[in-house]
């Protein structure tokens, strides 16, 4: 399943979005050997604000984070918009109704194999869910070789929006894909997900006797 994490809940996740930049360290900058902000044993840049949305997969609310994504709009500051404009043929699809979707990371030792497919096609349903939920019609992004052969054939409607940069591991392609149900139908199918695998945990309001006592609630509100 895949928890959506926002500025409402992300209290609930502060240490499951801990582990999710120490994997990402582990991936990206131990592993991959990128050139990207560390902060102690974590990956973290200017992107992952207090409002930045995340995906996180788990096979059960307290087990461990099995693969995670970060999403933007793209009408803030974002990776793709300031780092890889040149990955693009024309402008970067950007507006209210596009988002990127970025540092796509599978738990170490989970990396290859049916496994970490598995985990792809999952998010891949947790980005068209959480992008139907925000009324989101589009999202970018950035891959390497071989996760955009993936991204593109997997069922919605996805298409490279430029060349490829680099050469060999360090090679990366800029896609776009459309949110649509119909999409998201086609995924689910051909990658036998028969039910939604999004999770939102809201945070539970307060028991009445807190909102009693608390004078800066109106009272009508109390009801």
Known sequence: MIFLVNADNRSQFAADLAAMHRQ???????????????TGDREID???CDDT???????EPSGPILASVRLLPTE???????LFPIACLAAIPHGPAVWEASRFCVAPGLRGGGRSHALIWETVC???????LYG???????????????????????????????AGDQEIAAAAATITTAGLRR?????????PVTRLHALAPPPPAALAADP????????
């Open 46 to 48: 200017r992107y992952d």
């Open 53 to 59: 949305v995340y995906l996180l997969a788990k096979d």
């Open 126 to 132: 947790g980005v068209l869910e959480t992008g139907l």
């Open 76 to 82: 803030r500051p974002h990776l793709m918009g300031e």
């Open 187 to 195: 995924v689910r199918r051909l990658h036998r997900i028969p039910i």
């Open 136 to 166: 989101i019609e589009a999202v970018v992004f950035a891959v390497n070789r071989a996760l955009l052969r993936l991204v593109l054939h997997c069922g919605w409607e996805a298409r490279s929006l430029g060349p490829r940069l680099g």
């Open 216 to 223: 800066s609630i109106p009272r009508r509100a109390r009801s």
């Open 24 to 38: 990402r360290k582990i991936i990206f900058v131990d592993g991959a050997g990128w050139n990207v902000p560390v």
